[in-house]
């Protein structure tokens, strides 16, 4: 089965970085586009940034370009989210997920989420 694992969230404080991993299994992770996804407290799901199957192409929210960089190594089934120059308001919980490369582009399969607090 599809299982979709988040590690690496943590408290960061303003300005400084964190580095998401995503270790996928249950399907052929080289073949789908990923995502990452966030919720804040009291808000809802925000798509934060999405990546072709052979990471040719990147695509980010408004809100995290330049500061964000989404990649992946197929070897390892992997997926990253570089995270730096970190806000406050980046504070939420992230999801990875199978597909979604835009906003607009469907999810099928979610993981449990890894917490990011940016706070000083």
């Known amino acids: 089965q599809v299982q979709l694992v988040e590690s690496g969230g943590g408290l960061a404080q303003p300005g400084g970085s964190l580095r998401l991993s995503c270790a996928a299994s249950g399907f052929t992770f080289s073949i789908y586009a990923m995502s990452w996804a966030r919720q804040a407290p009291g808000k809802g799901l925000e798509w934060v940034s999405g990546?072709?199957?052979?990471?040719?192409?990147?695509y980010y929210a408004d809100s995290v370009k330049g500061r964000f960089t989404i990649s992946r190594d197929n070897a390892k089934n992997t997926l990253y989210l570089q995270m730096n120059s970190l806000k406050p308001e980046d504070t939420a919980l992230y999801y990875c997920a199978k597909g979604g490369l835009t906003a607009t582009h469907d999810r099928d399969y979610w993981g449990q989420g890894t917490q990011v607090t940016v706070s000083s």
């Open positions: 990546i072709l199957s052979d990471g040719s192409n990147t």
